[in-house]
């Protein structure tokens, strides 16, 4: 498969070298994608194939810290079958049996025993799916074996107790083995992981949603995770059908858009196939993305 935009995108943030890795391509439907919005007004931004489905990334962050490397989310993992793979066009299988994610790392020169932290934004499938991995022989193994894994508890909890709305999402095998193992940090609020790097609370998408502000030098930016999944998302009543508190996602997007406005924060888009960060800017009307403000 070729990744949507290069595999590897980097760029500073203050002090920080981050590497944005599109883990792999990812197609669902437009209007799951878009909630309310008809159909003639987001296919201007992004078109649909025959199945009505858009195309996505899957963006994961390798930050590189003075502490250790720092992953945020892990894509989708190699533990999907071919049925599974058709239904949401997934295409991250990359060289020899790796993952993209995998092959973006050994692009930046990192192998999985390297990163020390990894931190999930929320645990649906294409965001904590490479947290553990299939081994040749079929057995399960964790993807990041040095790793602390940094999960909301809420979240946590949420993903282990799905009811019929949300257990198509959230798979036990991505994130169970991790806390069997005590290899996952809990956190239950805003924290600062380490220096630069702190977790704030961004529900709505899922009721312990987390995004990741990175700050350093005078820069800020956010990993947004789900909150606004492509730059397609930055109106704020852009909100997709998958989230199961729409009305809440509504309220941060208006929290963390103003202030990602006035403070001029780079904004990092997890699922757009073709723009990896950029900031915005408000015409009075909606937020949208700045020209040229990458």
Request: glycine content about 10%.
């Amino acid at each position: 498969m070729t990744a949507p935009t290069p595999l590897v995108e980097r760029r500073k943030i203050g002090d920080f070298t981050v590497h944005a890795i599109q883990a792999g391509g990812q197609k669902l439907d437009g209007g799951a994608m878009f909630g309310v919005v008809p159909k003639p007004l987001w296919e201007k931004r992004i078109r649909a194939d025959e199945r009505n489905r858009i195309q996505l990334g899957m963006r994961c962050l390798l930050i590189e810290h003075p502490s250790g490397l720092v992953l945020i989310d892990t894509g989708a993992g190699n533990k999907e079958n071919e049925k599974f793979k058709d239904i949401y066009g997934l295409e991250n299988e990359g060289a020899d049996g790796a993952t993209l994610l995998e092959d973006g790392l050994n692009q930046i020169g990192v192998t999985p025993p390297d990163v020390t932290l990894v931190i999930n934004t929320h645990l649906h499938f294409d965001h904590a799916g490479g947290n553990t991995r299939n081994r040749s022989d079929g057995t399960l193994e964790i993807s990041f074996p040095n790793a602390t894994y940094i999960v909301k508890r809420g979240e946590y909890e949420f993903a282990t107790h799905p009811n019929e709305r949300t257990a198509a999402s959230y798979f036990e095998r991505n994130y169970t083995p991790l806390e069997a193992a005590e290899k996952i940090e809990f956190v239950s609020r805003e924290k600062e992981i380490v220096k630069g790097i702190r977790v704030i609370p961004t529900p709505g998408h899922t009721p312990f949603h987390q995004s990741v502000l990175i700050e350093s030098g005078g820069e800020r930016a956010l990993y947004l995770g789900d909150l606004v999944p492509t730059h397609a998302h930055l109106p704020l009543p852009w909100i997709m059908g998958y989230d199961v508190e729409p009305l809440v996602t509504l309220e941060t997007k208006r929290g963390i858009l103003k202030q990602a406005l006035e403070e001029q924060w780079l904004l990092i888009f997890e699922h757009d196939a073709t723009i990896a960060w950029g900031r915005v800017e408000q015409d009075g009307k909606a937020y949208r993305l700045a020209d040229g403000a990458g």
